[in-house]
T-cell receptor
Framework: AQSVTQLDSQVPVFEEAPVELRCNYSSSVSVYLFWYVQYPNQGLQLLLKYLSGSTLVKGINGFEAEFNKSQTSFHLRKPSVHISDTAEYFCAVNGNQFYFGTGTSLTVIP | DTAVSQTPKYLVTQMGNDKSIKCEQNLGHDTMYWYKQDSKKFLKIMFSYNNKELIINETVPNRFSPKSPDKAHLNLHINSLELGDSAVYFC??????????FGSGTRLTVV
């Protein structure tokens, strides 16, 4: 069985401040991990993914995430957010099936 | 060229009608999916097809019927539309476990 938990449903943050969006997962098999972003009224776009190798993964738009196997986490971070980062962010895990978390709404405040 | 394209982008229809949403991918992927995103942004898989064969059929009303004429197309037909069917429907494709490519979505509104 697999599951994905995004611990924060809404995260407000001021412009140019750092942000961390949290994601924990559980799985009985090895997994691949993903972060997707959904801008208002748009589809889902892949931000980054962890398949193997280095546990620190860099993605588009200055985002990065770190895979922590012992804590079964894959938190997303950005050192300085912009207004344009306001969006819904989805963590996803693929073990024997692809599961999405419930999403975190990031709002960047001017 | 759009990798995964869905049509229409918006669909407004009355209760009881039958409608279809089309999806095409030009990535050469073997597997295609339909997801439903509700008003709370929750994404739920509905169907998955691998090379025209149904491999995932989650618990959805049998008013929803997917059809895959070839591995590049996966259409979704919905009979007797209900108010609760209002949502955004996403098509996606993948070649392996390493990630999905999504279409831009179809916003269905049933009135």
């Amino acid at each position: 069985a697999q599951s994905v938990t995004q611990l924060d449903s809404q995260v407000p943050v001021f412009e140019e401040a750092p942000v961390e969006l949290r994601c924990n997962y559980s799985s009985s098999v090895s997994v691949y991990l993903f972060w997707y972003v959904q801008y208002p009224n748009q589809g889902l776009q892949l931000l980054l993914k962890y398949l193997s190798g280095s546990t620190l993964v860099k993605g588009i738009n200055g985002f990065e995430a770190e895979f922590n196997k012992s804590q079964t986490s894959f938190h997303l971070r950005k050192p300085s957010v912009h207004i344009s980062d306001t969006a819904e962010y989805f963590c996803a895990v693929n073990g024997n099936q692809f599961y999405f978390g419930t999403g975190t709404s990031l709002t960047v405040i001017p | 060229d759009t990798a995964v394209s869905q049509t229409p982008k918006y669909l407004v229809t009355q209760m009881g009608n039958d409608k279809s949403i089309k999806c095409e991918q030009n990535l050469g992927h073997d597997t295609m999916y339909w997801y439903k995103q509700d008003s709370k942004k929750f994404l739920k898989i509905m169907f998955s097809y691998n090379n025209k064969e149904l491999i995932i059929n989650e618990t959805v009303p049998n008013r929803f019927s997917p059809k895959s004429p070839d591995k590049a197309h996966l259409n979704l037909h919905i009979n007797s539309l209900e108010l609760g069917d209002s949502a955004v429907y996403f098509c996606a494709s993948s070649q392996d476990r390493s990630g999905y490519t999504f279409g831009s979505g179809t916003r269905l509104t049933v009135v």
